[in-house]
T-cell receptor, first 111, second 114 residues
Framework: KQEVTQIPAALSVPEGENLVLNCSFT??????LQWFRQDPGKGLTSLLL?????REQTSGRLNASLDKSSGRSTLYIAASQPGDSATYLC??????????FGSGTKLNVKP | NAGVTQTPKFQVLKTGQSMTLQCAQD?????MSWYRQDPGMGLRLIHY???????DQGEVPNGYNVSRSTTEDFPLRLLSAAPSQTSVYFC?????????????FGSGTRLTVV
């Protein structure tokens, strides 16, 4: 079974810092990789989708990269804000019924 | 365009009761799926559908039934609720399968079985 790992499990940073969240996967034959944000007690909000043929995607202060050969993706958040505090999940799609989630990184941005 | 709508948001059941979790999307998405989210276990796929009339099992299907009579709706039925089914349930949809398409999630149903 494919595995998706996210490190660190939790991260606390002061406001304004740039930070990197990591996602690794064991099988490099992916369709795409998607980063989500989940606020406490809420659903999942899609942040970025990277197709297997792409190297990175950007949206505002967020930049996600993909290195299939090494089985890694990173989510870069620039100039972090307290409103960025949430759990960030990465999910890797292999097939229509094979979409695996990491366990998430819980981010706390301190004012 | 409401996206993916799940009802109810919260539910408490007694062991042995049955109920249906509703999921509806208005984006004309072909693919729909149900996940459960448990602490330390992440999100796990329960059932999925690639179109009206077509459903299949995911990773943890036992104790759940689904049907897909329309493109818009994909209800999840708990046949005889057990405490192990206490979880947060998410419905997700995608326009089509393939590398170009990501998933849209509903806001979830928090279910407690006592």
């Amino acid at each position: 079974k494919q595995e998706v790992t996210q490190i660190p499990a939790a991260l606390s940073v002061p406001e304004g810092e740039n930070l990197v969240l990591n996602c690794s996967f064991t099988d490099s034959a992916i369709y795409n990789l998607q980063w989500f944000r989940q606020d406490p007690g809420k659903g999942l909000t899609s942040l970025l989708l990277i197709q297997s043929s792409q190297r990175e995607q950007t949206s505002g202060r967020l930049n996600a990269s993909l290195d299939k050969s090494s089985g890694r993706s990173t989510l870069y958040i620039a100039a972090s804000q307290p409103g960025d505090s949430a759990t960030y999940l990465c999910a890797v799609k292999y097939n229509f019924n094979k979409f695996y989630f990491g366990s998430g990184t819980k981010l706390n941005v301190k004012p | 365009n409401a996206g993916v709508t799940q009802t109810p948001k919260f539910q408490v059941l007694k062991t042995g009761q049955s109920m249906t979790l509703q999921c509806a999307q208005d984006m004309n998405h072909e693919y729909m799926s149900w996940y459960r989210q448990d602490p330390g276990m992440g999100l796990r796929l329960i059932h999925y559908s690639v179109g009206a009339g077509i459903t299949d099992q995911g990773e943890v299907p036992n104790g759940y039934n689904v049907s897909r009579s329309t493109t818009e709706d994909f209800p999840l039925r708990l046949l005889s609720a057990a405490p192990s089914q206490t979880s947060v349930y998410f419905c997700a949809s995608s326009l089509q399968e393939g590398a170009n398409y990501g998933y849209t999630f509903g806001s979830g149903t928090r279910l407690t079985v006592v």
